[in-house]
């Protein structure tokens, strides 16, 4: 079972740029779809954007496209979050998990404010 660690959240002005990056374990990675979800407060968890074990990516969530990459390194068993443009609407728990998921990690805080 593949286990995850989230890292890179924060504090960030409108604006401004964030890189998340997941950590998992296992030698079985690569051959998962990845995605990374969030969930703002007072609402349900969504996936955001996804990129499948050969390398295919589609954002689900359309308000972030164009602004947020996702991308996968096999060999450093990591999933990554470029994000830009963040708006305050961004500010939410970040979270990476297979697609479809399976276990939560802690995933990391990013809060998008003035």
């Known amino acids: 079972q593949v286990q995850f660690v989230e890292s890179g959240g924060g504090l960030v002005q409108p604006g401004g740029s964030l890189r998340l990056s997941c950590a998992a374990s296992?030698?079985?990675?690569?051959?998962?779809?990845m995605g990374w979800y969030r969930q703002a407060p007072g609402k349900q968890r969504e996936l955001v954007a996804r990129v499948t074990s050969g390398g295919t990516i589609t954002y689900i969530d359309h308000p972030v496209k164009g602004r947020f990459t996702i991308s996968r390194d096999n060999a450093k068993n990591t999933v990554y979050l470029q994000m830009n443009s963040l708006k305050p609407e961004d500010t939410a728990v970040y979270y990476c998990?297979?697609?479809?998921?399976?276990?939560w990690g802690q995933g990391t805080q990013v809060t998008v404010s003035s």
């Open positions: 296992g030698s079985i990675f690569s051959i998962y779809g």
């Open positions: 998990n297979t697609n479809p998921p399976g276990p």
